[in-house]
């Protein structure tokens, strides 16, 4: 059983930037595909980024929302998952959730992972 908790979330202006982390305990987080979603008001939850576990040499996946703004890193010493986002959008703004699934493939489905943390909330104002 993974625990995962999500830090790092706040206000920011348009442009600016914000780094998440994600700290896993109860299991080694470098086993697992690592996955950030987020979730606006009134809106399903949507895939943001994942990497692949250490093994399998990190592969990445971003969505085409955030291409070229965001990175998603790993730090398996500590155990822990980072995004970085840069530029900044109004329309960045929603809860950030980290997610941690256990299989060989790399997934953007969120029924694809099996462990969740409780969310970090990110505004990003215009």
């Known amino acids: 059983q993974v625990q995962l908790v999500e830090s790092g979330g706040g206000l920011v202006q348009a442009g600016g930037s914000l780094r998440l982390s994600c700290a896993a305990s109860g299991g080694t987080a470098s086993r697992y595909n690592m996955g950030w979603f987020r979730q606006a008001p009134g809106k399903e939850r949507e895939f943001v980024a994942a990497?692949?576990?250490?093994?399998?040499?990190?592969?990445?996946d971003y969505a085409d929302s955030v291409k070229g703004r965001f990175t998603i890193s790993r730090d398996n010493a500590k155990n822990t998952v980072y995004l970085q986002m840069n530029s900044l959008k109004p329309e960045d703004t929603a809860v950030y959730y980290c997610a941690a699934d256990r299989t060989a493939v790399l997934g953007r489905g969120a029924d694809h992972y099996d462990y969740w943390g409780q969310g970090t909330q990110v505004t990003v104002s215009s």
């Open positions: 990497i692949s576990w250490s093994w399998s040499g990190g592969i990445t």
